[in-house]
């Protein structure tokens, strides 16, 4: 049996191995006549790969597009599924990160993609302002087509490395939404934090090893002489056999 995500117009199909392609197209055409808000069905046929975490798909039936119009928490999102990266299974995690957020807070999003974190922010908060920092110029351009979409004024978009491209300025909350790296970041972002400044900072780990992701950022906070505290270490979602997502949220001190 296949598994799916839906994103927005777009079914995005995962076929069991040697699956013919004559029994993907039956499967996709009975798929759009049973999800009429569906009108393309693409085939998932590459891991999540490289730097900008982008990955390859297949057109199997519909409208042919690889280009998704999605909705989640009162905004709407458009991206190109083959060039961006976009997780809805974030959705829930997204809107949670925005209730944290306190009237008038400079917030940082690193490694931004098209936004989805700072547009869920900025329009579900009182947010002074949000930027976004995103590597890849397809997501940022999305990005900027979503900040308008949403009619957002407080929300910047900004092109590039977050190693050379962050602000010269300190924000009361960062948002490190980053990939399966193995750089951390984390002398960046602790030098842009404020005093008692919360970091929202994502790691991946199976579960047994999740005391490193903690040595990680405790040892790097020594290097900036930093003290923090951490709040709380959450699982954020599934990313392979028995590894995870984690999100350690911990505020700065000084």
């Not at 995005?12 to 009429?36: C, E, G, Y």
């Not at 030098?191 to 950022?217: Q, R």
Request: charged share 30%.
């Amino acid at each position: 049996m296949a598994n799916y995500d839906l994103l927005g117009n777009i079914a995005l199909i995962k076929f069991p191995r040697n699956t013919k392609l004559s029994a993907k197209k039956v499967f996709a055409n009975k798929f759009l006549k049973q999800h009429k808000q569906i009108t393309t069905v693409l085939e998932k046929s590459n891991k999540i790969s490289g730097r900008l975490r982008t990955s390859k798909t297949k057109f199997i039936s519909g409208l042919k597009t690889k280009e998704v119009l999605y909705r989640e928490n009162n905004c709407l999102f458009r991206f190109n599924i083959d060039t961006c990266y976009f997780s809805p299974r974030l959705s829930t995690e997204r809107l949670e990160l925005a209730k944290k957020v306190k009237r008038n807070e400079n917030v940082l999003i690193m490694f931004g993609g098209v936004a989805p974190f700072a547009v869920v922010m900025a329009k579900n908060s009182k947010a002074k302002k949000v930027t976004s920092i995103e590597l890849s110029r397809a997501c940022s351009k999305y990005a900027i087509e979503n900040v308008k979409r949403n009619k957002l004024s407080n929300v910047e978009i900004i092109q590039g490395n977050v190693r050379t491209k962050t602000p010269d300025k300190k924000f009361n909350r960062i948002v490190m939404a980053r990939p399966n790296l193995k750089d951390s970041f984390l002398d960046i972002t602790f030098s842009k934090i404020k005093s008692n400044g919360t970091i929202h900072y994502y790691g991946f780990y199976p579960e047994e090893e999740k005391h490193k992701l903690l040595e990680l950022i405790k040892l790097e906070a020594k290097k900036a002489k930093k003290k923090i505290r951490i709040l709380r270490i959450k699982k954020a979602g599934e990313i392979g056999v028995k590894k995870f997502r984690w999100r350690v949220d911990f505020i700065v001190v000084n």
